[in-house]
């Protein structure tokens, strides 16, 4: 249980960011670098290299950070009570996987104070897969009290190459978790600072407003001509980049494989956007996702050829 | 008698690859024990949702002694194949094997080769490594920086074997480095410290000590009863669910039972929706008042827990999400009902969604057009075929034409197997016809052989329609089913064509109805070959009565049902017996006269004898008979008129040579049985006929 003994704002209980404090807190204190989120628009923290390449190639790696998560088709004005299209992950990629992995994840579940002993904790079959990453595992969700609090994966595979070692990767809705921790049923209640009375600063407070213009722009008035022209010109500097930095010698080191990474990151919010925007026809759609993963792919392979990724 | 168990404890297996994966591991392990030669009494296997666990019983201590002869080259064979022979036997000089005398061959070498018998500790611990390396999990990972593939990270691994009453062994082995032993340990939160065990029964009542129930079967069992009298206290009833049974034992190793509630106004919702809701997200079970036998405000939750404040927490939190849940399935509800945002100028609310059904030109197959062009035609044959069914065109047309509207729905998009269901639903709510709201969820119907099948004209006529435009449009780009690819499920329409026709008797021809051609009516025929010999019949029965053309399947029926109790009567089986005699004869004769040299009319004038001219006249009203009754479908009439041809068959064969000396003679008695097999197929081809 989280510690008594701090003051009642920075109980995980009581205040949105103390619960993202204690999750620092208890994976800084496991020995993980605590990472800041990654600087551009991601659909999910897997996203972040230091998910997506440095689960790639032989060396250890451990590392958590929050990652604000955009899914543009998720808005929902500001008026439903669960979704947005705006949201945190907080992160946890662990490689290789340690062997009592599940305990250090149900540990921290106590640290926010979900006591084991009084709720009722699961891991159900949950097959994760991101198309437009080419990567896949198997894993759970795992449930508390029937609600899906976390993902669970063991990566098999990234940018379609083969997991080696295998990385444990966590993935905490936070929302989510404050909402059920905290006992609001309406995510703008959530209580963002911990303060009460004048002080206090919610969830609605920070997001509300941010909601309702997100949502009018993803489903209205997105320029989907432009962002067209943005998904084609991230996709064409992606594979410039990765040409351009390609090692020069058998067996040298690409240079500029975070650079062209980026610009796929880039090219899947476009089609995330275009998506909602309802501007792709469902056969165009494919083409699309397929399109980001030939980048993905094509990073994931000159990631192996660097310092990082084992080469 | 040593017992063997072993315990493959990992991370949560899911639950609906369990039972199978328990099966895998009692087979895979039995059936390599008795390869090696070792015989046992009894194998069970069981799963919870951390382990593997099988008991093989009765096991010998040892595989017993082998003695085997390996025949070798004769003597003085060439060094190349006394090498061979050499090696394969496992000897080191030809002085080790035995010379042996044949009269034939002469003399040759035989080796004696003698295996003792292994402990069977040792092959176990052979077994058990191969049996994990190679498991057929439906889908498995690799974890941390292993090698090994399961499920999910195998933790551990408990292996012991010994006598019923003494203390084990542990069978030794590693599997990349995990090495076997005899701890293991109990449920996730209430019992986690390690323990040991020697042999079945001590790690049953361990483990049941340590809050694991081991045996799924009994864990659905205290599921169902806990469930049961949970409700029922309340004044409830349990609406059961084995497939949900079987998942949610599957996910518990410690099951208990709590029972929660949601806000009354949900209850809005229809009733399979709030089912299907509570079940695909929550895995939770739903209950009826006792009374009413309306759905309840009620949910029972089976959680894996003895919590320390009584479930107090479990339940609350089941109750948020449950609510948050219906809230979306209220708000689908509501959706459904209003005008649709882009299309509010298109009619009522299906038909809202039936338009933009159109308008998005959603493609069904590339050579067969979009769902918009397949409802067209659905809309067209389903007029055609109403009135052939004693269905109203106007209502079969409007009912084809909202047959799809409901894939269009928010509800049938979070539900797929509500489809057709909240069709009827809707097209009530905005004053359909009760026969066309029907019908719209009765035209997907039969889906599978329990299924039931409609009755109504309307549904009928817009099942067949939906069923036969399928069926002609994939036979017309020449996609038809193949072995065990059927990815558009034409097998089953076919069957569901038939099942309508059959179960409702209806006097229809499949080429009248639909553009049936001689291949697709093909099918037709094998289908029904296959129902009815599901459902009993003989199918040499069926194959003497379809002929290539028969596109009546009720006629096709009746027939067989008819031939079938005429044959089971002693007419009809001394009849086939006669036609069996005159058919052998024939293909004798034919064989020598050629191919129809007998059928032509027999010339009565050279009828000589009392039981030819006898069975001539019998033949003459007989034919007639039995094709005017075949031509009015009464088909035990015509089966009568046949057997009336039995006395004088009979009488026949008695009395006559039939290969007569007189060629003439000869070749009319012929012509004359010809007349007698020509005759027996205007009912049936007796030829099809077993015995």
Known sequence: MSDTSLDPHMDPRRSFQALILTLHRYWADYGCVILQPYDMEVGAGTFHPATTLRSLGPKHWMAAYVQPSRRPKDGRYGENPNRLQHYYQYQVILKPSPSDIQDLYLKSLYAIGIDPKNHDIRFVEDDWESPTLGAWGLGWEVWCDGMEVSQFTYFQQVCGIDCHPVSGELTYGLERLAMYVQGVDNVYDLNFNGREGAEKVTYGDVFLQAEQEYSRHNFEFANPEMLFRHFADAEAECRALLTAGAPKVEGGHHQMVLPAYDQAIKASHAFNLLDARGAISVTERQNYILRVRELAKACGEAFRQTEAGGA | ?691
């Open chain 2, 1 to 691: 008698m040593p017992d063997l168990l072993l315990e493959l404890f990992s991370e949560e297996i899911p639950a609906r690859m369990q039972p199978r994966a328990s099966e895998d591991l009692r087979k895979l392990v039995t059936d390599a024990l008795v390869d090696a030669g070792l015989t046992y009494e009894s194998a069970k296997a069981f799963a919870t949702p951390r382990r593997l666990v099988l008991n093989v019983t009765g096991l010998p201590p040892k595989s017993p002694d082998m003695k085997e002869e390996k025949k070798g080259p004769r003597v003085g064979a060439p060094e190349q194949a006394l090498a061979g022979f050499l090696k394969g036997a496992g000897l080191s000089s030809i002085d080790q094997a035995t010379v042996q005398s044949d009269p034939k061959k002469g003399d040759f070498y035989v080796a004696l080769i003698e295996k003792a018998g292994r402990p069977a500790i040792d092959i176990v611990a052979d077994i058990v490594p191969n049996v994990v390396r190679g498991f057929p999990w439906p889908k498995s990972m690799r974890w941390g920086s292993g090698t090994l593939r399961w499920v999910r990270p195998l933790q551990s691994v408990l292996c012991t074997f010994g006598p019923e009453t003494e203390d084990t062994d542990i069978v030794p082995f590693e599997i990349d480095g995990l090495a076997s032993g005899n701890s293991t340990r109990g449920h996730r939160f209430m019992a986690p410290e390690p323990f040991a065990v020697r042999r079945f029964d001590d790690y049953v009542s361990s483990l049941e000590k340590a809050k694991v129930v081991l045996d799924p079967a009994r864990r659905q069992d205290m599921i169902l009863h806990d469930a049961r009298d949970l409700a029922f206290a309340s004044g409830f009833d349990l609406v059961e669910d084995a497939a949900l049974l079987e998942e949610v034992a599957g996910l518990v190793e410690w099951p208990v039972v709590l029972m929660g509630s949601f806000d009354e106004s949900f209850l809005e919702i229809p009733a399979e929706v709030i089912r299907l809701t509570i079940r695909a997200n929550q895995k939770c079970f739903v209950l009826r008042d006792s009374r009413t036998g309306n759905l309840a405000n009620r949910f029972i939750t089976v959680s894996n827990l003895v919590a320390e404040d009584g479930g107090r927490k479990i339940i609350a939190g089941n109750e948020r999400v449950i609510a948050a849940r219906l809230s979306d399935a209220l708000y689908f509800w509501q959706t459904d009902q209003r005008a649709l945002p882009g299309y509010e100028d298109k009619g009522k609310p299906l038909d809202q969604r039936l338009a933009k059904l159109r308008a998005q030109e959603i493609v069904f197959h590339e050579k067969l057009g979009t769902q918009g062009q397949r409802i067209d035609r659905i809309i067209r044959l389903a007029r055609e075929i109403a009135p052939k069914v004693g269905a109203d065109p106007e209502k079969a047309a409007r009912a084809a034409e909202l047959a799809k509207a409901d894939l269009m729905t928010e509800v049938v998009g979070e539900f797929p197997e509500v489809q057709g269901q909240m069709g009827r639903t809707y097209a009530l709510l905005q004053g359909e016809d009760e026969a066309v709201a029907a019908a719209i969820e009765e035209h997907y119907k039969p889906q599978g052989p329990s299924d039931r099948v409609p009755e109504n004209p309307v549904s009928i006529a817009v099942a067949l329609a939906d069923k036969l435009d399928i069926l002609t449009g994939f036979w017309a780009i020449d996609e038809k089913p193949t072995g065990s690819k059927d990815p558009f499920a034409l097998r089953r329409a076919a069957l569901g064509v038939i099942r309508i026709v059959l179960a409702n008797q209806l006097k229809v021809s499949l080429r009248d109805l639909a553009a049936v051609d001689a291949d697709l009516l093909a099918f037709f025929h094998d289908r029904l070959k296959v129902q009815l010999r599901e459902e009993g019949a003989r199918h040499d029965l069926v194959d003497a009565v379809i002929s290539a053309d028969a596109d009546d399947l009720l006629a096709i029926v009746r027939r067989v049902e008819a031939l079938g109790a005429f044959l089971k009567a002693d007419d009809g089986a001394n009849l086939l017996a006669g036609y069996n005699r005159a058919a052998n004869i024939l293909r004798a004769e034919e064989k020598k006269d050629g191919e129809g040299a007998f059928d032509s009319a027999p010339d009565a004038a050279l009828l000589t004898e009392p039981a030819e001219k006898a069975l001539h006249a019998a033949l003459e009203s007989a034919v007639s008979d039995a094709s005017a009754a075949v031509g009015s479908e009464e088909f035990e009439k015509a089966m009568t008129a046949l057997s009336r041809l039995r006395a004088p068959v009979d009488a026949f064969f008695e009395a006559i040579l039939v290969n007569a000396e007189d060629p003439a003679l000869r070749a009319n008695r012929l012509k004359l049985l010809s007349r007698f097999r020509a005759a027996t197929r205007t009912v049936a081809d007796f030829s099809r006929i077993a015995g």
